[in-house]
């Protein structure tokens, strides 16, 4: 590793070059500025990447022809670029994009790290994001790190040699940091609904947000769960602490949590620092359906936009407009589907915060079948629980009116009528 200052390395990044940038909490913001300057004199750069926190100087209407955004995952920061064309979503599952990173035609000439400082031996570590990251080390022709004091020291998968990184540039620079959702009525009665699903020993993956939060407060007199997630939260950190998480019962990596990339509070990255107990592992293993599939009571908790009577689920966008991405919802719902007394759950308020209903007659025009109907076991709402797996048509719509808002159920049975045989 060649320590250098941000022009220096920036200016290896040239015109037609294909670039991955680590994300999440890890988001090189530094680089990340430096190259939105550097596109300025350079044309047809493509930047590929997952969820990005933080600011985008690069979609700049000044940089537009000179830089294309490819996002795996749509965040909230460039989901307007993506609705006026300015940036695209790839549409892939999180467990295919290190075997994409190896294409011929799309491996990354740069990727963008976010490291801490090298340890005696030489290694910095990704910190809380190692996701396909590893693979785009493997694969670049250059590699650019800040070397960052904020990272935590994570381990598993999460260690690199300082060899593998062409130019290291020194830089201080907090993570992005997340604020646990606050509770509310409905997100608490969904998490009780849920918690009633999960038994004793069971092995989760969880997402972040509301839902996944509200879950994982009424998790707290459980016993001797395990953790094998992409993602990793501060409610983790809690039952962790508390001693709710022991993995005792995994069937991979027993005793420890295992996730790919984690965001949340700075007590959460403290957590992770040097923490045997933690493995971050690459994302063609935590979300490989046949690792997941392993473990016995294996519980998957995803979320949805809407979900119409067959039981179709909508995850990634309303209508036509992308919000989110596949992300790993149906590595997941298939692996825990399969496990060993598995349970797959698709979580969701029965209505969206202005008031439009979520269980809905047929997903709205346009909208991405993200999890199909075939795939579905739980869908549950603040009304309840309802059990769609080997159920006709009719008995899938009867319960997912049953838990749909009340006001919303009257037009649901007569819309009901008109699409589903038998009623």
Request: hydrophobic fraction near 45%; charged fraction near 20%; charge should be neutral.
């Amino acid at each position: 590793m060649r320590i250098v200052d941000l022009d220096t390395a920036m200016s290896a990044i040239q015109s037609g070059m294909r670039i991955f940038v680590q994300g999440m909490a890890a988001t090189p913001h530094g680089l990340l500025a430096g190259l939105a300057e550097r596109c300025r004199s350079l044309e047809e750069v493509r930047l590929f990447h997952m969820h990005l926190e933080g600011p985008t100087p690069w979609i700049a209407p000044a940089l537009k022809g000179r830089v294309h955004d490819i996002s795996f995952f749509v965040g909230p920061n460039l989901r307007e670029a993506v609705a006026r064309g300015d940036a695209s979503y790839l549409p892939l599952f999180l467990s295919d994009i290190p075997w994409f990173l190896r294409q011929p035609n799309f491996r990354p000439h740069v990727a963008l790290l976010n490291v801490s400082p090298p340890d005696r031996h030489g290694y910095v570590s990704l910190g809380p994001s190692v996701d396909a990251t590893l693979t785009a080390v493997e694969m670049a022709d250059v590699v650019i790190a800040q070397i960052n004091p904020h990272v935590p020291r994570t381990l598993g998968e999460a260690c690199i040699h300082q060899d593998a990184i062409t130019f290291g540039v020194p830089w201080s620079e907090p993570l992005a940091t997340r604020a646990a959702a606050p509770p509310d009525p409905v997100t608490e009665a969904i998490g009780r609904h849920v918690a009633s699903l999960i038994p004793d020993r069971a092995t989760l993956q969880i997402g972040i947000g509301r839902i996944p939060d509200a879950v994982l407060r009424q998790l707290v007199h459980h016993r001797d769960l395990g953790i094998h997630s992409e993602m990793l939260s501060d409610g983790v950190r809690d039952l962790a602490e508390r001693g709710v998480v022991t993995g005792r019962y995994k069937v991979t990596d027993p005793g420890k949590i295992v996730g790919t990339f984690a965001l949340g509070s700075e007590a959460l990255y403290a957590f992770l620092d040097d923490n045997a107990a933690v493995a971050m592992r690459v994302v063609d293993y935590t979300n490989n359906t046949a690792v997941i599939r392993q473990n016995p009571r294996m519980v998957s908790v995803n979320s949805a936009v809407e979900v119409d009577l067959t039981g179709q689920v909508a995850a990634e966008s309303i209508g036509p407009r992308v919000i989110s991405g596949v992300g790993g919802q149906m590595d997941f719902v298939r692996g825990a589907s399969l496990a060993p007394e598995g349970r797959s759950i698709i979580a969701l308020p029965s209505r969206t915060a202005s008031g439009q209903a979520r269980i809905v007659a047929t997903l709205k025009a346009g909208a991405a079948v993200t999890t199909t109907r075939n795939h579905v076991q739980y869908v549950v709402t603040e009304y309840g629980i309802a059990e769609l797996h080997g159920r006709t048509l009719e008995e899938r719509a009867r319960r997912l009116i049953a838990v749909a808002h009340p006001e919303d159920r009257p037009a649901l049975e007569e819309a009901a009528a008109r699409l589903i045989p038998g009623w």
